[in-house]
């Protein structure tokens, strides 16, 4: 298997977007974010339930196993130019610009936080976001929180409904909201085969 991790210690740094988790949802925000020339660092235990999966019901996939969907999508993430890092992120803080993200190696600052953990909420809860009366954590239809700059995807914001397809585009969602801000104005990540770069 290919490893796409960087796992050297590293010091602080600076992110456009920091995504925790690198399930469907993690990478999925981690790909637009690249793709459209945001600096983008995603953490990751690479404990993904979709280890357990095989995938029959994803688009345009037939059959793939979910280490295989991992392994693919990670790459995909890589040649776009996001950094991958196998490590667990100990804490998630606001800070006067942003966000710094700890690991036990590193910090990082970001202006835009994509939370990917999956049923596990504590970096979510610790950073204030208001939850539901179903113990999830409350995000709007870009999946932003409670807290500006913050989004919570997959199964993070659902009780139900827990599916690779599902938290992909919830992944998406996030990060089309980033650009948006970004860009002022409404971005539509729409790709032609004029497009298509050279990997």
């Not at 793709?35 to 280890?51: A, G, I, Q, Y």
């Not at 690779?164 to 801000?181: F, N, P, R």
Request: net charge negative; aromatic share 8%; charged share 25%.
């Amino acid at each position: 298997m290919v490893k796409y991790f960087v796992q050297q210690r590293l010091h602080s740094h600076m992110a456009d977007v920091a995504v925790v988790g690198g399930g469907p949802a993690g990478l999925t925000a981690a790909l637009y974010a690249a793709k459209n020339d945001l600096e983008t660092v995603l953490f990751d235990t690479d404990e993904s339930w979709m280890h357990k999966a095989h995938l029959f019901n994803y688009p345009a996939v037939r059959s793939i196993s979910g280490d295989e969907f991992l392994e693919m999508t990670r790459g995909q993430v890589a040649d776009r130019g996001a950094t991958l890092h196998e490590q667990e992120v100990t804490a998630v803080e606001q800070a006067a610009d942003g966000f710094t993200v700890e690991t036990d190696a590193d910090e990082y600052d970001a202006d835009y936080v994509v939370l990917a953990t999956g049923g596990n909420r504590d970096l979510a809860e610790d950073l204030g976001c208001e939850f539901t009366e179903e113990d999830v954590v409350d995000v709007n239809l870009d999946m932003e929180t409670s807290v500006d700059g913050v989004y919570a995807t997959g199964a993070m914001g659902r009780p139900e409904k827990w599916q690779a397809v599902i938290a992909a585009g919830d992944g998406a969602a996030a990060v089309l909201d980033i650009l948006s801000k970004e860009k002022g104005e409404y971005y539509h990540d729409f790709d032609m085969p004029s497009d298509v770069p050279e990997l």
